[in-house]
């Protein structure tokens, strides 16, 4: 089955730094890649969908300042975390679709923001 | 805005019993629809989807879904549930828009 990886998979940083985190998919062509975030005992609030050789799609609320999104390649999304405080701390999981068909997640990144 | 609800939150059952999660979708347009599963300390794994033609969808480890339009709902089943079920379970919709929508999630705990 298609492949999804996170890089890297736990993440420590200080308050004000920005941090990356990324997405590959490994066995297939992502046409489209989404970024989510998990709070604990909680759903996945989509942060945005980001489509290769384009501008990300933000949801309502989520600031595209703070969260960069880069989708360079078919199978490499990046997100970036700017400036990070305590409140983004999170778990954020990115999803990769081929086509129009089924979405396979990565395993998460743990963000701690100290 | 499309919405996905699940009406369980916590569900406690001892092995053997039957499963049913209720998901509910609001919108009205086509829609493919999903189940997903995490189990604890893993990623998301997909069980089961629905993209149109028979509107039972069996998935993997014996977990099957209805698509009942009329009442814009996708319940998960399982007739005998096991300790390995435990984890947590997600409906998702993905409609016009090229977005997906998960619900708020049901913890399946299941006591041996």
Redesign the interface.
Known sequence: GAVVSQHPSRVICKSGTSVKIECRSLDFQATTMFWYRQFPKQSLMLMATSNEGSKATYEQGVEKDKFLINHASLTLSTLTVTSAHPEDSSFYICSARAGTDTQYFGPGTRLTVL | AQSVSQHNHHVILSEAASLELGCNYSYGGTVNL?W?VQYPG?????LL?YFSGDPLVKGIKGFEAEFIKSKFSFNLRKPSVQWSDTAEY?CAV?GPG????????T?LTVIP
């Open positions: 999903f997903y893993q990623h998301l794994q997909l989807k997600f993905n090229n977005q997906f929508y998960f619900g708020t999630g913890s």
